[in-house]
């Protein structure tokens, strides 16, 4: 029998995973997740000028943009894309707090492996969550899943092709603003290559073993 878990929990606990592992990969140092990549090159560059913008903070700018051309693909507008940019927000302000607290780890070779490893599952255990739960989620994962629903596509497949799309998105930033890479490792690509995978496999695992159920009446003010 499945047991019940409260889809409320599941977008709160997505958020937690999600600034976990974007900020323990980035102690890591081996290559930022791809979907922080894009905000960060951008932060670094504009950090000259604007020395107050931090990465959380040009993250959800990002997501602003992304939102944008998410209603221009699926060709409309709804309240709960504005929810969205709300959660992207909160997670802003979330992975700043992580970072604080991660600051202080200790950085040996071997350790940042082991931040690496945990990072990468952390964040595809966060979308998977993400993925259960009728709260907008964060402008990624809300792109992926009108993507996916508007043209029929496996919410997972998607995820991979953002993804990559993301990791390119980085790299072509670093190059025209840096002449080289910044934020880009090999743990990037590899992460973009592997993220897809990982979310189905939690998402089936999800799928198996739990029934998620609302536990407060919003679900309406979300679907519109």
């Known amino acids: 029998m499945k047991k019940k878990f409260s889809t409320e929990l599941a977008y709160i606990l997505g958020l937690v995973c999600l600034a976990i592992g974007a900020s323990l990969m980035i102690k890591a140092d081996f290559g930022l997740t791809m979907i922080v990549a894009p905000a960060f090159v951008l932060q670094t560059k504009l950090h000259a000028i604007a020395p107050w913008l931090s990465l959380g903070m040009m993250e959800y700018l990002w997501q602003g943009v992304l939102l ?27 992975l700043d707090g992580c970072l604080a607290l991660t600051g202080d780890l200790p950085s040996m070779l071997a350790l940042r492996f082991v931040y690496y490893i945990f990072g990468v599952l952390i ?7 993400i993925f259960r739960t009728y709260i907008s989620p964060e402008v990624h994962e809300l792109l992926v899943k009108e993507i996916s629903s508007k043209f029929s596509l496996q ?12 990791t ?17 490792g090999w743990g990037t690509v590899v992460c973009a290559l592997i993220n ?4 189905g496999q939690f998402s089936r695992l999800f799928d198996k073993k739990l029934e998620f159920v609302d536990v407060l009446p919003l679900r309406r003010l979300f679907e519109r």
């Open 168 to 184: 390119v998105t980085a790299v072509a930033l670093s190059l025209i603003f840096f002449a080289e890479l910044v934020g880009i």
């Open 155 to 166: 919410s997972h497949r998607v995820k991979m092709g953002y993804d990559i799309f993301c």
């Open 68 to 94: 944008l051309a998410t209603m221009l693909i699926v060709r409309r507008a709804r309240l709960s894309y504005l929810f969205s940019f709300v959660t992207a927000v909160i997670f802003g302000y979330m």
């Open 196 to 199: 897809g995978f990982l979310i």
């Open 123 to 129: 964040c595809s255990l966060g979308v998977s969550f």
